[in-house]
């Protein structure tokens, strides 16, 4: 699956469900993303909406009603979270009743008692699993404690480790902040092990959102290449990478082919516009108005048309269509201009 996998009026043709991501496509903090709500609300008439999110410190009704405030009307079994998709994993490896060590907040400490695990956040308590997710709260203490209580490599007898998600970054109204990635990370550094991952882009919280809603043809929406995209793509569904969030246009050129969109959007209200396709002919790359080429090392721009998406559809289609990584390129500062955060 890559970009351009199929020509479509749109990208929601016949899509039956749309998955969202939240933090970067929907909002960034508390506040909505610039033409999200409009665009989704328009989407949502004929198919489904559902929201699938790492972020592991709220509970899906928190979500929900903060989605609804923003004029998105959203109960909350439409929202997935890190956290289900980590129950799934626990239950594998430690049966309900055993006490869990959280690093993390009040959306990880819900789904633990709702599956009927003790929760506890101290090591001496003798824990049967670490669970970490993210929480703005959580700092060395919580740290500590969890490495603490993975001392011993499961492998000679310590307890299993499970991680929410490992983003290493989030995006908040005032910028963007570190994530639960460079949580994980530190613990990771203290303990020398590795932590089980059950968000994105893993499959349990993909396979969780397809079943739950029924879909047939999803079509999920994020704004990183390294979890939606490749995430979506593991799972077999149809992606749109936004640029209203963490990842750039330099960094769509560089993708790499497990974590290559369907579609890419500068915002969501082009959902709804025709997608255009790529045309190669004479070795010139072009999309809409944009054409490209490749010369050797060097990426060569012959028309910028009339879009900026479009030059940067047609760059990273030309570029992918090498198969050559983006080290190997001379790529003109135009092609990864980047009008399009938050606009």
Known sequence: MGLFSRSRPTPLADVDVILADLDGVVYAGDGPIPHAIESLTRAGSGRRLGYITNNASRRDSVV??????????????EIVTSPQAAMRLLRERVAPGATILVVGGDGLVF?????????????????AAVLQGFAPEVGWTHLAEAAYALATPEEDGGIPWIATNTDWTIPQGRGIAPG???LVSAVHTAVGR?????????????DEAVARFGARHPLFIGDRLDTDI??????GIDSVLVLTG???PKHVLAAPLSSRPTFIVGDLRELHEPYPEVVVQNDVTTVGKASVRIEGPDV???????????????????????????YGFRVPERLYADPFHRR
Not at 113 to 126: I, L, N
């Open 180 to 182: 639960n990635g460079t």
């Open 230 to 235: 490749a995430g979506a793509q593991s799972a």
């Open 194 to 206: 590795l932590a089980t991952v059950a968000g994105k882009p893993e499959r349990p919280i993909f």
């Open 111 to 127: 789904e633990l008692e709702k599956a009927g695990y003790v929760v506890t956040r101290s090591a001496d308590d003798a824990p």
């Open 246 to 248: 963490i990842d750039r």
């Open 300 to 326: 060569r721009i012959l028309s910028e048309g009339d879009r900026p998406i479009d030059l940067v559809r047609a760059g990273a289609a030309a570029i992918w269509a090498t198969g050559r990584a983006i």
């Open 64 to 77: 929900a009603a903060h989605l609804s405030d923003l004029g998105l009307p959203t109960q909350a079994d």
